[in-house]
């Protein structure tokens, strides 16, 4: 895979929540995140499990690679990294929706080489850790999930100790018009059904000046996901 290592230059928001290319045509909420993901979880693994490893397992090699000992997975869901982890990681997972974390909990019972520390039911958007509670934090699939991912972002921040890492692993939309972004806009209405956001813009959930500071690395399937790494002292 072609590691891009890019840095993106910022831009000013033109449409929708802070972004760009503009915040989703169809809103989801607190609701219908758990009600998607009560349908999801038991074919979650199955279905989405293939084409999601391998930006799962570049953002799980890049945490690894980091000197942070604590390490939160915002939106754990069914805890398909948590296996992955090296024993010296302190892991803690939240997301919304407790049948997806009842499949992480079983998931964990098994033993991991890392410490599981919790799997807990939380809003990423507002959680309940003091301040500087992890050395990292990552969120796999989730920005384009979250009812709203800059709040989701500054909690990211906020539990992040200064100096620490965020990163995100998600599909954007395609930044130039074109057939991939056509597709996206035609997906996008069946958005509460899937309960994401194929037309998911990247200045959705990052500022501009976390755009211009962020590393990019393109993911398997074909470049359809981008792992983002975030310094956590840029805001
Ligand atoms: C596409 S799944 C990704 C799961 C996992 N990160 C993975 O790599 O397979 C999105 C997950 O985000 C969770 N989620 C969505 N909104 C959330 C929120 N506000 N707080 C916590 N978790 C949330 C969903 O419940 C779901 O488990």
Redesign the pocket.
Known sequence: MRDMSVIIEGGQPQRGQGGGQGAPAVPLD?QA??DA?RRWAGV?DTV??FI?APG?MRAVAAINALPAERVL??????G??LPHYTPAKRVTG????PE?LEVARRRAQDGMPATIEALLE????AMTFPDASFDAAV????AS???NPRR?MAEMRRVVRPGGTIML?NHFLAPKPGIRRGLERIVAPFSRAL??HPDFAMDTVLSPAQMAAATLQTCNPLGLFTLVTVPRDVV
């Open positions: 607190a995140v758990r993901y979650y989405f499990g999601s799962r997975e915002v939106g754990v869901g069914t398909l990294a939240i997301d919304l929706s997806m939380m809003d990423a958007e969120a796999m699939f989730v999930v979250v009812p989701m692993v309960g994401w």
